[in-house]
């Protein structure tokens, strides 16, 4: 069973790495720019399936591992936070890149079923959504309790339902300002330079929580 006293504390975390305009808050917002509200819901509802995805290969393959060895969860959360910073910074360097990338999406507007397939397989090939699964989700599960896979299956599944208001909301929300949005790429810019620090603080907290444990152990 989850840790219920820690559960608001795992919601915060949560919300934190999905509000940051990631590689899946980055493509539905494009998506929204580009053919509107209907197109980017659509990819938010593939995406979301495709985190869960994501998170369940995580939980059944992690899961097993962690419940037997601390020394696995100290490299996974090691190399998670310090993988984190890595993408921050990348991401921070190469916002000019990526907002010209996102105001250049075609002119040919995706099916429901392309919409929901592209989308899938941008949630389930986001590396911060794996980090995340993979370094800062096992820090709110209960080793001792046992059942490690259930208990990261249901957080995995926690986290696609806050996704999924979260990033609709963003597609919503674009898909309304899109001209404004699109008149400007140092808007764009912006919001992923934004996120990129958003991602480089998670990961030192994360850094910052294996050295704890450490000094505490």
């Known amino acids: 069973m989850v ?8 919601i915060i975390a949560a919300m934190v790495i999905i509000l940051a305009p990631g590689p899946s808050v980055l493509f539905v917002i494009a998506r929204a720019i580009a053919w509107g509200r209907k197109v980017a819901v659509f990819t938010v509802a593939g995406n979301v399936t495709g985190a869960f995805a994501l ?3 995580v939980a059944f393959g992690l899961g097993p591992i962690l419940s037997r060895s601390n020394l696995a969860y100290s490299a996974v959360q090691w190399g ?10 990348s991401a921070i360097r190469a916002r000019k890149v990526h907002a010209a990338d996102m105001r250049n999406q075609g002119s040919v507007v ?3 079923w392309r919409s929901v397939r592209d989308g899938f397989w941008v949630g389930a090939l986001n590396p911060k959504g794996l980090v995340f699964y993979a370094a800062v989700l096992p820090q709110f599960i209960d080793i001792d309790r046992g059942q490690v896979t259930s208990q990261l299956l249901l957080l995995g599944a926690l986290f696609s339902i806050l996704a999924f208001i979260s990033d609709g909301s963003w597609g919503l929300l674009a898909g309304t300002a899109r001209v404004w949005l699109a008149s400007d790429e140092s808007r764009l810019e912006k919001l992923r330079a934004t ?3 958003v991602m480089v603080i998670l990961g030192l907290s994360v850094i910052a929580s294996a050295l704890r444990d450490l000094i505490t152990t």
């Open 195 to 197: 996120g990129g620090i």
């Open 80 to 89: 998670g936070g310090g993988y984190l910073v890595y993408l921050g910074i």
């Open 55 to 57: 998170s369940s290969l």
């Open 3 to 10: 840790i219920p006293s820690r559960l608001v504390e795992y």
């Open 110 to 112: 995706p099916t429901f």
